[in-house]
């Protein structure tokens, strides 16, 4: 098994790190605000040194925009969320809601594309950090072989957050109605997978994919 403490894309054994922005706002406003993301990220992200990957997804009927870019190492990140400040304030300004901004270590990842069109689902979870290596395992060996039994699934990852505990695991599916027919049997996956990572779930939400971006995909 391999050792959490070292971030890893287990499709190559690249170390990944991530920051996702969470952001609330207007859904009157969804739109514009995700024009002006999926007009502009990319191209400021990729030319940020360690750049992996970058995705957008959205709830625009309840006002939710997830962001999340990918870095090869946790100094990369950090260095690309200063260097990019201006331009992120101009950018998520248009939504006029509240920002969360993590950071947090890809322990797991199997990490596919899909088209715009596709659904996203969200699992945030709640673990011991002294039993990390416990939830890794788990997602290794009962998450992600469930998962990828699952029509339509296309990628997931687990990112987590070792020293606060907490972290989330995200399944990615062709389109919207691979994703309402996993529902069912993912829930099932969801309780086996959380007794045995020692894992408490702490929120379940859905999002349509608005942008995969993944330069790196055979790295």
Known sequence: MP???AAADLDGGVAMYVRTIYMTGDPALADKTLEGLKAESVALLSGQAGYR???IFSDRQLGKILLGSWWDTAQ???DSYAALRDQRQELLAVFGGTITVDSWEAAVARRGDAPPGAGF???RIGFDPAGVDRLVNAVETTAIPGLEAM???VGGALLIDRTRGIGSVGAIFRDRAAL?????PQAQLRSRASEAGGARVLGLEEFDVELLDRPHLNL
């Open 76 to 78: 990369h990140e950090r």
């Open 151 to 153: 029509d339509g699934f």
């Open 3 to 5: 050792d959490a403490r």
């Open 121 to 123: 689902r969200l699992v």
């Open 53 to 55: 990957g970058f995705s």
């Open 180 to 184: 309402d027919a996993s529902r069912g």
